[in-house]
Nanobody, 120 residues
């Protein structure tokens, strides 16, 4: 069974860059057709898809976050990463990494999530 684990700082100062890593076990981030995603949920709000990276390395971003978001991967470590620049308190949220095994049928596996607070 695939496992995803988010890691990174729980507290980020305003205007800085939020950086998170997702470590994947029992699957390869280069498995054909798979898309690996970042999702977040601010307190009291719904889930927001931020972007993803495919098995081939192609990246996809939410239009509303594209200017501040970068998703990358390290296949040798079986990890993919999120960077969100110029953060504000509105970026405070639970951040999840997920797997979509076909790229079209939806996400079937989620990490447990990591809380990130933006505060000075």
């Amino acid at each position: 069974q695939v496992q995803l684990q988010e890691s990174g700082p729980g507290l980020v100062k305003p205007s800085q860059t939020l950086s998170l890593t997702c470590t994947v076990s029992n699957d390869s981030i280069t498995s054909k057709y798979t898309v690996w995603n970042w999702i977040r949920q601010p307190p009291g709000k719904g889930l927001e898809w931020m972007g993803g990276i495919s098995y081939s390395g192609s990246t996809y971003y939410s239009p509303s976050l594209q200017s501040r978001t970068s998703i990358s991967r390290d296949a040798s470590k079986n990890q993919f990463a999120l960077q969100l620049s110029s953060v504000t308190p509105e970026d405070t949220a639970m951040y999840y990494c997920t797997r979509d095994p076909t790229g079209v049928n939806g996400m079937d596996s989620w990490g447990q999530g990591t809380q990130v607070t933006v505060s000075s």
